[in-house]
């Protein structure tokens, strides 16, 4: 199988930077994915949103600004209409759902999965998106469609931290302002 | 992209004649495209597109224009019909913000009842493309089936999909740009670089070349197709010699206010070619046309775009003059560039100058 070139390939280096002690905030990416929209029609948001999580093996449709999840795979409430299939996993077959019902899309290239970890990564995330991230106002499993220099951005928060989706060809500057803020706080990159 | 030695002129002149010639692969992965999505589809692309997509069948793409509502041209690109219900629009790299936006707006505000989703794919997919004499035999080396892109399984404007050797799915439309035997390969783009190490490959054993924005230029101003140096929020489809693409049988965005008095006034600027009159003079985009003897104000057109032409063997240019050619036939036009001190005497053409029928893109 040919090789897949991320788009943080000539940014994304391994290493300790920054401020000594413990490192504040752990960047990394996640190379293999898939994302798939699901989008639905006002009339059918029932069926499609139980199709969406039919295809991700969820057991709940998630909420506005809600996920579901079954293992690794994420189901996003990103849009009023849509939901996003978030999964680490390679991409499987495209679920075919009925036009009438609703409309399914491969966006599994079009976005870079940046993960975001570590005690100083609320104070990271707060120097760029117009968000209260403590775990009190922004708990696990909630999800933001938000803008981080008007470049739209989607973030989800699990136990282990935050996760952002980002359009591919802003990954590499927005990567870079993440990494640049984050010395500050001490920083690893996975 | 100049070789050792080789300047910005001298390499995009190597490449426009190796693409005539050859074969030439170029990055065209900046222009936008759309996902448009839904039983309404058709009907929408119908409403924002002058000519019309309802009737374009599954595996093929056309060109559209869509216009603002007040008539002048917005934005051009070629639609891809998927499936029934599914297309992937392209639009100028420039505009591609633009109109996503608009089509947002349009689906939100002002036809809320259409089933219709869009969703901006420009970084989904990598785009190449592939064009040449050539071209094809380059492209089919890079499939695990050759013969998907033969001519008799992709004829002009036809669209598949295909495997790529060493995995991945691509789609490929031929169309063309260069106006000579050319396709453009939609890679995943995490897969593009892969793409265009298997095109590569294929193209340079056969003398085949990277080709650049330069050449890129000089390719489809000899073939007198527009681009936004043209379509510059001033003119209307019928100045840009578009006309036949206005479909009678329906309306659309701007088919009202296009037809304005003022609109379609005959001596309006009309697209055309320029030629120096003496052919191993130039001129520059942005100089004027005048009528010689009266160069005062702000002329009769203005030039757009120019390139020294491989294939002409001379400079040449697209602009626009009142009244099109056909009124500057016999009468004598300066280029006159008073920022630069330049005045140039050129003779008003057709703006195809090279293969006008098509037939090169047609093989």
Redesign the interface.
């Known amino acids: 199988m040919t090789d897949l070139q991320s788009a943080l390939n000539a940014y994304h280096r391994k290493g300790r930077y920054g401020a000594t002690g413990d490192a504040g905030v752990i960047l990394g990416e996640v190379r293999v994915k898939t994302v798939l929209q699901f989008a639905a029609w006002p009339e059918t948001m029932s069926k499609m949103g139980k199709q969406a999580s039919k295809a991700a093996g969820v057991k709940s449709v998630p909420g506005i600004s809600r996920l579901s999840r079954s293992g690794d795979i994420n189901l996003l409430r990103v849009e009023p209409l849509k939901w996003w299939l978030v999964t680490p996993q390679a991409l499987m077959d495209m679920p075919e759902v009925d036009a009438e019902t609703g409309a399914v899309l491969d966006l599994s290239h079009a976005r870079t999965w940046i993960t975001i970890k570590g005690s100083a990564a609320e104070n990271l995330l707060s120097n760029f998106l117009p968000i209260d991230w403590r775990q009190g106002h922004f708990g696990d499993d909630q999800v933001a469609s938000s803008a981080m220099h008007h470049v739209g951005v989607t973030v989800w928060r699990r136990e282990d931290g935050f996760n952002m989706l980002v359009p591919r060809s802003f990954a590499g500057s927005i990567w870079q302002l993440l990494e640049d803020s984050a010395h500050q706080y001490g920083l690893t990159v996975e | 992209m100049p070789g050792k030695g080789e300047t910005i002129t001298e390499a995009y002149i190597r490449e426009t004649e190796t693409v005539r010639q050859t074969v030439g692969l170029c990055d065209v992965s900046s222009l936008g495209k759309i ?1 448009v ?3 309404d589809a058709a009907e929408f692309l119908d409403r924002i597109y002058t000519n019309m997509f309802s009737t374009l069948p599954v595996g093929k793409a056309r060109y559209g224009i869509m216009l603002r509502d007040d008539g002048i041209v917005l934005d051009d690109g070629t639609t891809w019909r998927l499936s ?3 297309y992937l629009m392209t639009t100028t790299t420039t505009q591609a913000g633009k109109v996503m936006v608009w089509l947002e707006e349009l689906l939100q505000t002002r036809w809320p009842e259409l ?1 219709v ?1 869009v ?7 990598a785009g190449i493309a592939v064009a040449g004499p050539l071209a094809r035999e380059v492209l089919a080396e890079a499939l695990e089936d050759g013969d998907l892109v033969s001519s008799e399984a992709l004829p002009f404007m036809g669209v598949t999909k295909a495997a ?1 050797k ?3 799915e691509c789609r490929i439309a031929r169309i063309s740009f260069s106006g000579e035997l050319a396709y453009e390969l939609y890679a ?7 793409a265009m190490e298997l095109l590569w490959q294929a193209a340079e054993k056969r003398g085949g070349c990277l080709y650049g924005l330069e050449a890129l230029g000089a390719l489809r101003i000899e073939k007198g197709h527009v681009t936004g140096a043209e379509l510059d929020g001033r003119v209307t489809i019928d100045d840009a010699g578009l006309g036949k693409m206005v479909s009678r049988k329906k309306p659309f965005i701007g088919s009202a206010l296009r037809q304005r008095p003022d609109l379609q006034r005959p001596d309006r600027p009309q697209l055309v070619g320029i030629f120096p009159k003496d052919r191993g003079q130039k001129f520059k985009a942005g100089a004027l046309l005048f009528q010689r003897g009266k160069i005062q104000g702000f002329g009769e057109g203005w030039i757009t775009a120019v390139t020294h032409s491989p294939t002409l063997g001379h400079w040449i240019g697209l602009g626009y003059i009142a009244g099109g050619h056909q009124s500057w036939q016999e009468r004598r036009v300066m280029a006159s560039d008073p920022l630069r001190g330049q005045d140039v005497e050129v003779e008003i053409v057709s703006p195809h100058m090279v293969d006008p029928k098509g037939e090169r893109m047609h093989d």
Do not use: F, N, T, Y
């Not at chain 2, 969703?119 to 997919?125: G, I, K, N, P």
């Not at chain 2, 995943?188 to 892969?194: H, N, S, T, V």
């Open positions: 996902a999505q839904g039983p029934e219900h599914d089933r989703h969703a901006s794919v420009s970084d989904q997919w790529m060493g995995g991945g995943p783009a995490d897969l593009g670089e892969a």
